[in-house]
């Protein structure tokens, strides 16, 4: 099983686990494979999103230490209004459209702040789910305060900021490809296959896109 170095928090770990568990050599589990019992220890820290177009991601649940950290009940919002700002917004679009298109996790430490500047770091994990069809549209999660001298958590945060984003891959294969660089940057541009051109030049290969270019 292939783990990811972000993955600093015991509850991550236990999702993940879970979920690779749940897959069963599938490249994600459905939804109703998900037995709320089984990670009863991690409820409280646990969201399911929604994926409702390609800025929508709405809570469909969000458990109460989720509720506690954030000061208000979520349910029903859209996830990824918790960073109105660029280029976070940005950022948290980009992970979750590589977990919906790669099919492996995401494992992302954000920090927050009260009204009062008192600051908060999180860890969350977002992993991808089948529901009625045969794409990725829902997401199961977790977010966990990372322990430190000062906490925010269960005041209302004004400020959401990216630190880190991590792939985390269910597989050797996905494990070797290369990790980003931390948050901030634009994402990654997706590249269509189909579009491109094979181009020899002596022994090797380019496969050719229109605005940019990649070796094959």
Same mark, same amino acid.
């Given at each position: ?5 972000? +993955?600093?928090?015991? $509850? ?5 686990? #879970? ?12 939804? &109703? ?5 089984? !990670? @009863?220890?991690?409820?409280?820290? *646990? +969201? ?7 800025? *929508? #991601?709405? %809570? ?8 506690? !950290?954030?000061?208000?009940? &979520?349910? =029903? ?6 960073? /109105?700002?660029? /280029?976070?917004? *940005? ?8 977990? $919906? ?20 770091? %999180?860890?969350?994990?977002? &992993? ?10 829902? #997401? &199961? =999660? $977790?977010? $966990?305060? !990372?322990?430190?001298?000062? @906490? ?10 990216? !630190? ?23 994402? /990654? ?19 050719? #896109?229109? =605005? ?5």
């Amino acid at each position: 099983m292939a783990r990811g170095v972000g +993955m600093k928090q015991k $509850t991550s770990r236990v999702l993940f686990d #879970y979920w690779n568990a749940l897959r069963q050599g599938r490249p994600a589990p459905r939804r &109703l494979d998900i037995e709320p019992s089984r !990670i @009863s220890r991690i409820l409280a820290e *646990t +969201m399911v999103l929604e994926r409702v177009d390609f800025e *929508t #991601y709405r %809570f469909r649940l969000a458990g109460t230490e989720i509720a506690y !950290i954030f000061g208000y009940e &979520l349910r =029903g919002c859209n996830f990824v209004d918790l960073w /109105p700002a660029m /280029p976070d917004r *940005t950022a948290v679009l980009s992970a979750l459209s590589r977990v $919906t298109r790669r099919l492996g996790g995401a494992c992302i430490e954000f920090q927050a702040f009260d009204l009062d500047g008192k600051r908060a770091r %999180f860890e969350m994990m977002l &992993l991808p789910l089948v529901h009625n069809s045969e794409t990725v549209d829902r #997401y &199961l =999660g $977790t977010i $966990t305060e !990372i322990p430190s001298n000062q @906490s925010a958590a269960g005041r209302p945060l004004s400020a959401l900021e990216l !630190i880190s984003d991590e792939p985390i891959w269910p597989d050797a294969e996905r494990r070797d490809m290369p990790k980003p660089a931390l948050v901030g940057a634009d994402p /990654p541009l997706a590249l269509d296959v189909r579009n491109a051109r094979i181009v020899n030049m002596g022994r090797r290969r380019f496969r050719v #896109y229109e =605005g940019g270019r990649s070796g094959d």
